[in-house]
């Protein structure tokens, strides 16, 4: 599947690239904001990927400079490939303040970790030639240490592993596909989110947005207004996580045979 553009304007371009096969790993998405001559890769991915996403980037970069390399969380198909990104570019790595130790586990070397800038809990903006994308904190959803990208130019809301879904080769969903598409996120969501209240905060701080789109790391991005204000009331109501955890902890059936 080829890149897909999500939104498209003279200065400014928010590029989907395409799915690469990740084998036995959950498919992701690598998003590419374009603004000027400078660009931010976010969630680059594994190792896996890493080749066919590095060829896809730079198709995609069209001549602009990768400046920056943000990653919502730490878990592998995030963070694992981060030191190849700034190995071969000179752009920056952003992540929480509470995951950047743990990334030399990966394989990082001085040189490179001197480059991953640590996001702080709160909100923050990045510069991206002179456009200020907004950094916000999503702690708990699902990671506790957590950041989703806005850009306020193309409206688009980048959630990470939040609005993500399985089991779908669609790569953007609208308000008519949506009650179907809700069954594909709700077992991934009550499971890996955290907290209904995290749930809670979250959308009471993003309703302050204006949004078209949500771009999740996995599964179909979620465009149209319709469709953003359905999704954020379905977040509201969802029972998920340490809410749910009675669900989780049974104890086995007693076995029949002593
Ligand atoms: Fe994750
Ligand atoms: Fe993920």
New binding site residues.
């Given amino acids: 599947m080829s890149e897909i553009a999500l939104y498209t304007a003279p200065k400014h371009r928010n590029v989907l690239l395409p799915v690469f096969d990740a084998g036995a790993g959950?498919p992701?998405n690598q998003h590419l904001i374009v603004h000027g001559g400078s660009a931010m890769l976010l969630d680059p991915g594994g190792k896996k990927l890493y080749q066919d996403v590095f060829a896809a980037c730079n198709r995609a970069l069209r001549g602009a400079r990768l400046t920056a390399v943000f990653c919502s969380h730490q878990?592998p198909?995030?963070v694992a490939a981060l030191n190849g990104w700034l190995m071969v570019t000179d752009a920056t790595g952003y992540i929480s303040e509470l995951w950047r130790r743990f990334i030399p586990h990966f394989g990082s070397d001085r040189l490179v970790y001197d480059r991953i800038t640590p996001l702080p809990d709160g909100p923050t903006t990045l510069d991206l030639d002179g456009c200020a994308l907004l950094v916000l904190p999503a702690h708990f959803l699902h990671a506790c240490g957590n950041h989703h990208v806005y850009d306020p130019v193309a409206k688009i809301l980048y959630t990470?592993?939040l609005c993500?879904s399985v089991g779908t080769d669609d790569r953007v969903i609208e308000a008519g596909e949506l009650d179907a598409h809700l069954t594909r996120m709700e077992g991934f969501h009550r499971r890996y989110m955290s907290s209904s209240a995290a749930l809670r905060a979250w959308v009471a701080m993003v309703r302050g947005l204006d949004i078209e789109m949500l771009a999740p790391?996995?599964g179909a991005v979620l465009r149209g207004r319709d469709t953003v204000a359905r999704v954020l009331d379905w977040l509201d109501a969802l029972p998920c996580g340490i809410d749910v955890l009675r669900e989780v902890f049974t104890l086995p059936a007693p076995s029949k045979d002593p």
């Fill in positions: 959950i992701c878990d198909d995030v990470g592993d993500a790391q996995h």
